[in-house]
């Protein structure tokens, strides 16, 4: 057998067991994909925005609802990139929602948040048709994404800003980069024209606005941190004084940290359907949503609890 043709018989093979481990890992589930819907209209010169959602199938009950927040830099990635973990975690029963927002320069960490916030109505409001329970929400996001996620969901104002108020059962942060977006930018001191500075602004008010670390509060969403050990030092190190100030709110946080793991694997784990963190998210939900139960006095009593 010639080389050439003999490589190209391994890339099938490792091709065709990735597609069996999927298809196995996801136990032959059958899901429903409902794409580029658009839940923020354009507006001035910010364009629509659109989320994915993924279902299971079959749903006879209302299911846990995750809303996933990708990460880019605040200046790109999108939706399409992630749909095989949507697929993933609808095939485990979790009604899924994967959603685009606008990306630096044309907009700010601001108008990010904002349409982050909208997306959350959006799934409070319409998820019931999709299967989902509008009363067990999970915020989720990676990098960037994670610091979107983490803003919105401490830093009410985005809620009641629409006339919502904060409706979500939990925050799942993996890799969060910028929960100590202050602190970072203080430190870098960068040039004007940095990309950072055309998200953030060269206004250290702004900064510490924009900084999750800063909205932490008593009655925040119960959360659960992931982290890699071989992340960016300014990711180990913004979410070591997040944990660290947490502990005054919510001690008993779940921090996880993958001593393996750089970042961009932090989210790549999740391509395969048989990565034991979708386990631990599973029973983080279980455990959240059975609060969401309680009456409304027991529930802000349980809260972090």
Same mark, same amino acid.
């Given at each position: ?157 985005? $809620?009641? *800003? ?8 939990? !925050?799942?942060?993996?890799? %969060? +980069? /910028?929960?100590? @977006? ?87 784990? $999740?391509? *395969? ?8 998210? !599973?029973?983080?939900?279980? %455990? +959240? /949503?059975?609060? @969401? ?13």
């Amino acid at each position: 057998m010639k080389t050439e043709a003999r490589i190209t018989l391994i890339v099938l093979m490792i091709l065709l067991g990735a597609f069996m481990l999927t298809l196995s890992g996801c136990s032959f589930k059958r899901i429903t994909k409902s794409k580029n819907i658009v839940y923020q209209k354009a507006y001035k010169t910010s364009a629509e925005q659109q989320l994915n959602v993924f279902t299971p199938k079959k749903h006879s009950e209302p299911k846990n609802v995750l809303i996933f927040v990708h990460g880019g830099n605040w200046n790109s990635g999108k939706k399409s990139q992630y749909s095989i973990i949507g697929g993933h975690w609808a095939r485990k029963d979790v009604v899924t929602v994967i959603v685009d927002y606008p990306l630096s320069p044309a907009a700010d960490y601001k108008a990010m948040a904002i349409s982050i916030a909208k997306s959350v109505k959006w799934v409070k409001e319409n998820i019931s048709q999709y299967g989902g329970d509008p009363d067990k929400i999970f915020l989720s996001g990676h990098s960037a994404g994670g610091h979107l996620a983490a803003l919105v969901a401490l830093d009410d104002h985005y $809620f009641k *800003n629409i006339g919502l108020e904060n409706p979500l059962a939990g !925050l799942i942060l993996i890799d %969060a +980069a /910028g929960l100590d @977006m202050h602190g970072y930018l203080t430190e870098e001191q960068f040039e004007k024209g940095n990309t950072y500075l055309r998200t953030f602004s060269s206004d250290s008010k702004t900064w510490k606005e924009a900084t999750p670390l800063y909205h932490l509060h008593q009655n925040m969403p119960p959360m659960l941190i992931y982290r890699g050990g071989k992340t960016y030092p300014s990711i180990l190190k913004s979410n070591e004084k997040f944990i660290n100030a947490l502990h005054a709110y919510a001690p008993e946080t779940d921090y996880r940290i993958q001593k393996s793991k750089k970042h961009v694997p932090m989210i790549t784990q $999740f391509f *395969n359907p048989w990565n034991r963190r979708y386990g631990e998210i !599973l029973e983080f939900m279980k %455990a +959240a /949503g059975s609060k @969401m139960d309680l009456p409304e006095d027991k529930r802000n009593a349980a809260v972090g609890k």
